[in-house]
T-cell receptor, first 117, second 117 residues
C-alpha cells in the first residue's frame, strides 16, 4: 500500500498480556518511528531509530519497549498495558539527510489499532 | 518548545467552494512545515511542505498552503473542494536546528474536513 506495512491491523489484549506490533518498510529509508494517535489529541512521537540506533525516546512508559533489529524492521513490544494505552499506533519511516532538499518527509503505515481491556 | 495548533476540530464546506484549514506553529528559528492527510483506516499521507523560498507552496490533489512568518501560520487551502477531500488533516512542524531535529516532527491534533455534495 504505502511501502510501510504494519501488523497486526487490530489487536485486543488484556492488561496482563504480552504482545508485539511489527512494522516493515520497503523504501530503503534510514530512520523509523513509532507514533501514538488518540482521538482529538496531537500525534505523540514515542520512539525514533536512525540506522538501528534509538535517537529519541519521549518519556514513554517502560511497558512499551521498542526494538529495531535492522533498518527495515521495527517492533513495539507491549507488556502490562493500561486501558488508556488503547489507541492507533502508527509506524513511519523517512530518509534523513543533512541538506535542505532532504526535508525528512515521513511515510506512514496504516496503523495497528490496539484495544486494552 | 515546538508546538502546532489547529484551532478547528472540524471544517464543513460545500463541494465546489474554497476551503481553508488553519494551522499556527511555535518554533524558534526557521521551521520546516508540513501538511499530511489521513483517510479512514489509512495512515497519514504527505500533502506538501515548506522548507524555504516562495511562501505559497503547492502540493498533491490541488492543495496549497501559504507560509506567513509574521503570523506564524501555515494554512492549507484549496480553491474548489471535492467530496473526496473529506478526511482528517494534520499540520506538522520541525525545527531542523535542534539536536535531533532531523527526526522530531511535531504534529497538531488534526482537523476533520467534511465536504458536502
Amino acid at each position: 500500500e504505502t511501502g510501510v506495512t504494519q501488523t497486526p491491523r487490530h489487536l485486543v489484549m488484556g492488561m496482563t498480556n504480552k504482545k508485539s506490533l511489527k512494522c516493515e518498510q520497503h523504501l530503503g529509508h534510514n530512520a523509523m518511528y513509532w507514533y501514538k494517535q488518540s482521538a482529538k489529541k496531537p500525534l505523540e512521537l514515542m520512539f525514533v531509530y536512525s540506522l538501528e540506533e534509538r535517537v529519541e525516546n519521549n518519556s514513554v512508559p517502560s511497558r512499551f519497549s521498542p526494538e529495531c533489529p535492522n533498518s527495515s524492521h521495527l517492533f513495539l513490544h507491549l507488556h502490562t498495558l493500561q486501558p488508556e494505552d488503547s489507541a492507533l499506533y502508527l509506524c513511519a519511516s523517512s530518509q534523513v539527510s543533512q541538506g535542505l532538499s532532504g526535508a525528512n518527509v515521513l511515510t506512514f503505515g496504516a496503523g495497528s489499532r490496539l484495544t486494552v481491556l | 518548545a515546538q508546538s502546532v495548533a489547529q484551532p478547528e476540530d472540524q471544517v464543513n464546506v460545500a463541494e465546489g467552494n474554497p476551503l481553508t484549514v488553519k494551522c499556527t506553529y511555535s518554533v524558534s528559528g526557521n521551521p520546516y512545515l508540513f501538511w499530511y492527510v489521513q483517510y479512514p483506516n489509512r495512515g497519514l499521507q504527505f500533502l506538501l511542505k515548506y522548507i524555504t523560498g516562495d511562501n505559497l507552496v503547492k502540493g498533491s490533489y490541488g492543495f496549497e498552503a501559504e507560509f506567513n512568518k509574521s503570523q506564524t501560520s501555515f494554512h492549507l487551502k484549496k480553491p474548489s473542494a471535492l467530496v473526496s477531500d473529506s478526511a482528517l488533516y494534520f499540520c506538522a512542524v520541525r525545527d531542523p536546528r535542534s539536536g535531533t531535529g532531523g527526526f522530531k516532527t511535531i504534529f497538531g491534533a488534526g482537523t476533520r474536513l467534511f465536504v458536502k455534495a
